[in-house]
């Protein structure tokens, strides 16, 4: 029989070695994710002075918190782009303090998640790439 203690060790390894497994992929992926997030970034609409200056207001309100290369967080910063949004971006993967800020707020260290404060000074955190750009889409469109 297998002792309970040889089992441990066993899942450990397995855990430290799918861990490792990610940890490289995503190693070896980051510089096309990158590539990506900067060659697909599209043209971003034209608006007249004023509209534009309006959403730069409503833009204030906004903050998108991101991993930069994650391709969900990618599909939003295109959007966002295309768009012609100055949301600002919150660099969440390794930016300690940002991090903090969106578990504490949002309940989960998961990104793209778009923070929305309202006229009265209330937040949303709206997690989920697609909802965030049906939103965007939805407001400045
Ligand atoms: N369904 C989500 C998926 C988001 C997602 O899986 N994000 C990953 C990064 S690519 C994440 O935040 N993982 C948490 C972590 O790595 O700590 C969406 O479309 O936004």
């Excluded at 910063?77 to 707020?105: C, F, K, M, T, W």
Aim: aromatic share 10%.
């Amino acid at each position: 029989m297998i002792p309970a203690s040889a089992g441990i060790i066993f899942l450990g390894n397995a855990i430290y070695m799918i861990k490792f497994f990610f940890k490289t992929l995503r190693l070896v992926l980051m510089p096309f994710m990158l590539l990506w997030s900067k060659l697909g970034t599209p043209h971003g609409i034209k608006r007249s002075a004023s509209a534009q200056q309006e959403v730069d207001v409503a833009c204030q309100k906004l903050a998108l918190y991101h991993f930069k290369t994650c391709p969900f967080c990618i599909k939003v910063r295109h959007e966002i782009a295309r768009l012609s949004l100055p949301i600002i971006l919150r660099e969440a993967q390794y930016d300690e303090s940002n991090r903090a800020v969106l578990l504490q707020g949002g309940g989960k260290v998961q990104t793209p998640c778009l923070q929305i404060t309202n006229e009265q000074g209330e937040t949303q955190w709206l997690y989920e790439s697609k909802d965030i750009i049906a939103y965007l889409q939805k407001r400045f469109a």
